[in-house]
């Protein structure tokens, strides 16, 4: 017996611990830290997959799926499915128009939106997220008078560093918006967009009630997630944009239910 056999139930042990404590990781994470190949860490996560123990994505692992009271961090999310992030993104920023008012919403998908919106012209930003605020705040620092006008909500903030609460909610009840361009934790038919925080989803129903349309942006991972709290029903959202890697299903199930679905080419690895 092989010592990487001899201590597969150790590895997975750990494998697991880790998933439940931070919500996700990464292969060349294990890789590092057990100690072993490449392959054999992707061979434990296929053994804890097929048990239903956590969910296989590009690059790592997450939560199994179910209705999820957590969440990971910011950090943590950030380096999940970065190539389908990025074309959600891609495809996402296209409906932003020069001169309108955008809210921008906490989480990592619609961050890499607001990355690609530094060269539109004559926005005005309405956003709960730390970080999205940090970004347009460098890159208006950097280009003097061509920075973009930016509203950041008050409210405490969340493990995801969205400012969450009742401060944000009344900020975001005074405001209107063109378009709101919203994360998701999960995506169900029956559930709709879900996140497992309860007091982000209700500032998140604030920023829906702000806005004249909303885009919920979410790779294919995010489809049969159940979060803890729902805060918009597929048939409210106008455009759902996620990547060529969702399943038929689910194309099935949003094509019918939303305004429009976008569905991005994720390029290859």
């Known amino acids: 017996m092989t010592e990487a056999a001899r201590l597969a139930p150790q590895r997975r042990a750990l494998i697991l611990d880790i998933v439940r404590r931070d919500g996700a990781v990464r292969v060349a994470e294990l890789v590092e830290r057990l100690g072993v190949s490449d392959m054999t860490v992707r061979r434990d996560l296929d053994v804890l997959a097929r048990g239903g123990s956590l969910a296989k994505v590009h690059g790592g692992a997450i939560r199994a799926t179910g209705t999820t009271g957590d969440e990971p961090s910011f950090e943590t999310k950030a380096v999940l499915e970065s190539r389908a992030k990025a074309a959600v993104a891609e495809a996402a920023a296209a409906l932003v128009k020069p001169g309108s008012v955008v809210a921008i919403s906490g989480g990592t998908t619609a961050y890499a939106v607001a990355t690609r919106l530094l060269d539109v012209a004559g926005l005005t930003v309405v956003t709960n997220s730390l970080p999205v605020a940090e970004l347009l705040r460098k890159a208006g620092a950097e280009n003097g008078s061509a920075g973009h006008s930016v509203l950041l909500t008050g409210g405490s903030p969340t493990k995801s560093a969205s400012l969450v609460g009742p401060l944000a909610d009344q900020a975001i009840r005074s405001l209107r918006v063109d378009l709101l361009v919203i994360g998701a934790h ?84």
């Open 186 to 269: 999960g995506v169900t038919e029956r559930a709709g967009a879900t996140t497992p925080n309860l007091a982000e989803a209700q500032t998140n129903r604030a920023l829906i009630a702000s806005a004249a349309q909303v885009a919920v942006v979410a790779d294919h991972t995010k489809w049969g997630v159940v979060g803890l709290s729902q805060f918009i029903a597929l048939p409210d959202i106008d455009y759902f944009v996620s990547d060529s890697e969702l399943d038929a299903q689910a194309r099935a199930v949003l094509g019918d239910a939303v305004g429009r679905l976008i569905l991005a080419e994720v390029p290859a690895a």
